[in-house]
């Protein structure tokens, strides 16, 4: 794209030299590199679709972390989980807006039915469940979609740490009665207890239109 953008002021710069003026062989020189038009592959692509999917998942995370633990801090574990009720999704979806995609989680085990996989999910979901049951290894993916023009990234959602257990544990041993009041109230479908540290949470999914990932490059 930047040497689309310097053909277009190669251009201008050459018009606006007088018939007169004679240009020098380094301008010239130049103007022919500024002419060379970039040629993307679509492995170059689907790679820098993945680093992207990469970042933004990760900022996504970051931020959700981020809130959460504020949330706990102030409101405690009961409170936190009205905040995620009301929070997670506008956050999610300000990253999104940010980078012009469509950032969600989607899980087998969901809390929230919004987050019950799609048909372009349930595959990939499937593949993750199956390599965290035999030990494999739960890397980030990416797939094409609607012709090739929109990529679904994806990577798998852990359980990292113990503070998760206080919402996705045993209930009644690391999830507390009052906690559990407030899942069953807020999430009465819920299907995300009883897990361990290190279990696979669900995973990120992020619909990337190909032509954001061309701008980018």
């Not at 251009?11 to 010239?28: D, Y």
């Not at 999704?89 to 999104?96: A, D, H, S, W, Y």
């Not at 407030?182 to 290190?198: C, F, N, R, S």
């Amino acid at each position: 794209m930047k040497k689309i953008l310097g053909f277009l002021l190669a251009i201008i710069f050459l018009s606006s030299c007088g018939s007169n003026e004679r240009v020098s062989k380094e301008v010239f020189e130049e103007v022919n590199k500024s002419m060379e038009v970039k040629k993307l592959n679509e492995v170059d692509i689907l790679q820098a679709g993945m680093e992207w999917g990469d970042e933004i998942s990760t900022e996504a995370q970051q931020q959700l972390v981020s809130a959460l633990q504020k949330a706990i801090e102030e409101k405690g574990v009961p409170g936190a989980i009205e905040f995620c009720n009301v929070q997670a999704f506008p956050i999610l979806q300000e990253v999104g807006t940010k980078y012009g995609v469509t950032v969600r989680r989607a899980s087998n085990k969901y809390r929230n039915p919004a987050d019950k996989p799609t048909e372009e999910e349930k595959g990939i979901l499937e593949a993750y469940e199956y390599n965290a049951e035999n030990e494999l290894p739960l890397d980030p993916s990416i797939q094409k979609f609607e012709n090739g023009e929109v990529y679904l990234y994806t990577k798998a959602i852990k359980i990292p740490n113990g503070m998760c257990l206080n919402c996705h544990g045993e209930p009644g041993t690391e999830i507390s009665a009052e906690t559990q009041k407030a899942l069953a109230e807020l999430y009465p479908e819920d299907k995300a207890t009883g897990h361990k540290i290190g279990d696979l949470r669900g995973m990120w999914s992020i619909r990337i239109p190909k032509k954001e990932v061309v701008k980018k490059m």
